[in-house]
């Protein structure tokens, strides 16, 4: 069971997968839940769909200067 902040079927998914990986990997349950969120946590961040990236999403943008 993902935690409350995991949401949609996609990113449930993939926090079994991951957390499934790291098991395998040798990794306490803990610390493959842990792992597992905070990846899928910081896939939702880059993406946009967390409430603090959403009001950051247009600041975090830098402007391109070509030289010629």
């Given at each position: 069971?993902?935690?409350?902040?995991?949401?949609?079927?996609?990113?449930?998914?993939m926090y079994e997968h991951i957390k499934e990986s790291e098991k395998k990997e040798g990794r306490s349950?803990?610390?493959?839940?842990?792992?597992?969120?905070?990846?899928?946590?910081?896939?939702?961040?880059?993406?946009?769909?967390?409430?603090?990236?959403?009001?950051?999403?247009?600041?975090?943008?830098?402007?391109?200067?070509?030289?010629?």
């Open positions: 069971m993902p935690p409350r902040g995991v949401k949609g079927a996609k990113n449930k998914r349950t803990k610390s493959a839940k842990r792992i597992a969120a905070a990846t899928v946590n910081k896939r939702r961040a880059k993406k946009g769909t967390t409430k603090k990236s959403r009001s950051r999403k247009g600041s975090s943008k830098k402007s391109s200067s070509k030289k010629r």
